[in-house]
T-cell receptor, first 112, second 115 residues
């Protein structure tokens, strides 16, 4: 079964600095999708960024970018110019054939 | 558009009781799904549907039933609630058609406590 591992239960970053959240996954498939979701205290799940496994180019959305290493099965999220509003739980997720699996999450704290 | 709506927001049950968590979407999305989120864990897929009349099991389907009679609604039934089903439940939906993976929209969640 596919598994998603986030090895950092908590991370902290100074406002305006850069932070990287780690994610690894296990799969035997070659064509799948990877995601980072943000969950603030409101519990709402918010899509941050998406990566198709068949695309070699790393996805970027404004201050958020990923480092996708398919052979290593690694999918890290970089947040640049961190803002107070970035503080939340971040979940890495993998989807193959409509079966989405999530990691346990990383709690990000942003210090002013 | 109201997006994905879930009712109720909170529910307390006694062991052995049954109940239905409601989920509706007004975006004409083919795909709908149910997840549970336990403390310290990510979301886990319970059941999903790719269209009316079609449902399939996810990672943790035991103890839950679903049906999809319309495109808009995807209720989740707990037949005999157990304390292990205490969790926050999320419903989600997305478009299936097209060549790329379309964004999945999540509801606000239902917090269920089973005593």
């Amino acid at each position: 079964a596919q598994t998603v591992t986030q090895s950092q239960p908590e991370m902290s970053v100074q406002e305006a600095e850069t932070v990287t959240l780690s994610c690894t996954y296990d799969t035997s498939e070659s064509d799948y999708y990877l995601f980072w979701y943000k969950q603030p205290p409101s519990r709402q799940m918010i899509l941050v960024i998406r990566q198709e496994a068949y695309k070699q180019q790393n996805a970027t959305e404004n201050r958020f970018s990923v480092n996708f290493q398919k052979a290593a099965k690694s999918f890290s999220l970089k947040i640049s110019d961190s803002q107070l509003g970035d503080a939340a739980m971040y979940f890495c997720a993998y989807d193959y054939n409509n079966d989405m699996r999530f990691g346990a999450g990383t709690r990000l704290t942003v210090k002013p | 558009n109201a997006g994905v709506t879930q009712t109720p927001k909170f529910q307390v049950l006694k062991t052995g009781q049954s109940m239905t968590l409601q989920c509706a979407q007004d975006m004409n999305h083919e795909y709908m799904s149910w997840y549970r989120q336990d403390p310290g864990m990510g979301l886990r897929l319970i059941h999903y549907s790719v269209g009316a009349g079609i449902t399939d099991q996810g990672e943790v389907p035991n103890g839950y039933n679903v049906s999809r009679s319309t495109t808009e609604d995807f209720p989740l039934r707990l037949l005999s609630a157990a304390p292990s089903q205490t969790s926050v439940y999320f419903c989600a939906s997305r478009i299936l058609s097209g060549s790329s993976y379309n964004e999945q929209f999540f509801g606000p969640g239902t917090r269920l406590t089973v005593l």
